[in-house]
């Protein structure tokens, strides 16, 4: 029913950008923040970055800060994430997701829904 699909992932070098999308259904997209998180292999999941639900705000990992900027269209059931400046530490699957309770967070706990991730590889 609900489902969170990610796009846009793939192999760039460092220095470059890649923009990710995600494409919600099954849940009314504007009543939930929006948030980005990712993990590398053998570590765990680490949050990215949230915006709140009309989009006016959001928030960041102090590794992205300035890097990335997370956006999102509620006409479209969309948030995106664009990433530049890409370093090889940014290599992970990225996993969207959606949260109902409160006005935003950076715990992965506060989340509802999931996507099944994009893989992002920054080669050097």
């Known amino acids: 029913q609900v489902q969170l699909v990610e796009s846009g992932g793939g192999l760039v070098q460092a220095g470059g950008s890649l923009r990710l999308s995600c494409a919600a259904s099954g849940l009314t997209f504007s009543n939930n923040f929006m948030g980005w998180f990712r993990q590398a292999p053998g570590k765990e999941r680490e949050f990215v970055a949230y915006?709140?639900?009309?989009?006016?705000?959001?928030y960041y990992a102090d590794s992205v800060e300035g890097r990335f900027t997370i956006s999102r269209d509620n006409a479209k059931n969309t948030v995106y994430l664009q990433m530049s400046s890409l370093k090889p530490e940014d290599t992970a699957v990225y996993y969207c997701a959606a949260g109902g309770r409160g006005r935003g967070s950076a715990r992965l706990g506060d989340y509802d829904y999931w996507g099944q991730g994009t893989q992002v590889t920054v080669s050097s």
């Open positions: 915006i709140i639900r009309s989009g006016g705000n959001s």
